[in-house]
C-alpha cells in the first residue's frame, strides 16, 4: 500500500514502512530547520528531522543515496594499489641518496620501511592476478617523521577539545540505511571525531597532514573519513578485528580501502599495532604512520583478509593516534549526504 503526502499535490509516495519511520527525533527539529540546518545539515536532519524538512522520502537510502554512475572517480583501479605503494617507496625523501633532491612543499623528510611487501614480478606475470595475491603477501609500510612533534601535540589538544569519548563499533542497521553504534568489551579505547562539523577538520594543521596523505597516496583528501583521534590509558586495547565495512562497498563511499595510522606519542611500554597474521608488530613512536590496504589489489571492492591487527595492551604511558581510513571514491559527498 502507498500513501502520499505533502498536501493536496503531492510530489511523493511513501510505503507504511518510511511513514511510520517519517517522525522528529528532537523536539527542536523545526527550529532547526527554520534557521537552515536542513541545508547546512543535511546527513542528520533530513532523516532525523524529516518532517520538519519535508523528506520523508530520504529515509529510504536507495531514494536518498543513488549509486554512482560511470563518471566516478575511483581512488584505485584494478592494479592500483601495488603501484601506489611502489611509487611511494621511490619518492620518499628520507629514502633519497642525492644530496640535491628537494622535499615537497608541504611535506616532511620522512623515511618509508617495508614491513611486508609481495615479491617481484617474474617476465610474462599478469600485474594484476588474483592467483599471485593468494600467494604473495599484502603491503605494510611505516613513515617515520612523517609529522612533526609539535604537529602531534596540536592534534592531541584538538582531541580533547572535541571530547574523548569511550570508542564504539559499527551496530545494527538502522530503517534510514544508517548504522548504529555499540560499546564493545573488546575495545576499551577512547575517541573523538576532527570534522567539519565541530571546526576540527578546518584546522589548519589538520588540513595540511589530510592534503599530505593525500599527496603521498595520490588519493584526494576528500576520499578520506574524518580524522578519528585516539587515546589509550594504561590497560585499554582493541582486540583484533580488521577496518573494512562490509556494507560500505555498495555506498557511494565505497569501501575502505587504506588505513593511514598516525602515532601522535611514544608510550613507554606497550601499545603496539600488531597483526598477527603477518606475525609483525608496529611500535608506537611519536611522528610516525603506519599503512596498510583493507583491500586486494586486483579488484579494490574486495576485502584483504590478512590485514586484520590490534592495538596491544598500553602497559606504561598513554598512547594517542589519529585514524585517517581512506575509500574508494567521495567519502565527505557521501557523509554529507548521510550516504556512508
Not at 584505485?76 to 633532491?101: H, S
Not at 617523521?145 to 574523548?164: A, P, T
Not at 556494507?247 to 557511494?252: A, E, L, N, S
Request: with cysteine; charged share 25%; proline share 6%.
Amino acid at each position: 500500500m502507498q500513501n502520499e503526502i505533502y498536501g493536496p499535490n503531492p510530489t511523493h509516495t511513501l510505503s507504511e514502512a518510511i511513514l511510520a519511520e517519517c517522525t522528529n527525533g528532537e523536539e527542536l527539529c523545526a527550529f532547526w530547520a527554520a534557521i537552515g540546518e536542513c541545508d547546512a545539515n543535511k546527513a542528520y536532519m533530513k532523516t532525523k528531522c524529516a518532517p520538519s524538512c519535508q523528506t520523508c522520502e530520504m529515509i529510504d537510502i536507495n531514494a536518498r543515496c543513488p549509486l554512482l554512475g560511470d563518471d566516478a572517480k575511483p581512488g584505485l583501479l584494478p592494479g592500483g594499489l601495488n603501484a601506489m605503494f611502489e611509487r611511494i617507496l621511490e619518492k620518499a625523501p628520507g629514502n633519497q641518496t642525492e644530496n640535491d633532491f628537494q622535499i615537497q612543499e608541504g611535506m616532511t623528510n620522512y623515511t618509508v620501511h617495508v614491513h611486508s611487501r609481495p615479491g617481484p614480478y617474474e617476465n610474462g606475470e599478469d600485474v594484476v592476478s588474483k592467483l599471485r595475491e593468494d600467494i604473495q603477501p599484502p603491503w605494510l609500510i611505516t613513515f617515520d617523521n612523517f609529522i612533526s612533534e609539535e604537529d602531534c601535540k596540536h592534534i592531541i589538544d584538538l582531541g580533547y577539545k572535541s571530547n574523548y569519548e569511550r570508542s564504539e563499533d559499527v551496530g545494527e542497521l538502522l530503517a534510514d540505511g544508517s548504522n548504529d553504534s555499540k560499546r564493545s568489551l573488546s575495545r576499551t579505547s577512547e575517541n573523538a571525531w576532527c570534522s567539519y562539523r565541530n571546526d576540527c577538520r578546518n584546522d589548519t594543521i589538520v588540513q595540511k597532514i589530510h592534503d599530505r596523505i593525500g599527496t603521498v597516496t595520490g588519493i584526494p583528501s576528500n576520499y578520506s573519513e574524518d580524522f578519528q583521534m585516539l587515546k589509550y590509558e594504561p590497560g585499554q586495547f582493541y582486540r583484533q578485528h580488521h577496518d573494512y565495512i562490509e556494507h560500505q562497498r555498495d555506498r557511494r563511499c565505497g569501501p575502505r580501502i587504506l588505513t593511514f595510522f598516525l602515532y601522535l606519542s611514544d608510550v613507554e611500554e606497550g601499545g603496539a599495532t600488531n597483526f598477527p597474521l603477518l606475525g609483525i608488530a608496529v611500535k608506537p613512536k611519536v611522528g610516525r604512520a603506519v599503512l596498510w590496504p583493507s583491500v586486494i589489489d586486483s579488484n579494490p571492492m574486495d576485502k584483504e583478509p590478512r590485514t586484520d591487527h590490534e592495538a596491544q595492551n598500553v602497559i606504561k604511558g598513554t598512547k594517542f593516534g589519529a585514524n585517517a581510513w581512506i575509500h574508494l571514491d567521495d567519502y565527505q559527498a557521501a557523509q554529507e549526504l548521510g550516504c556512508t
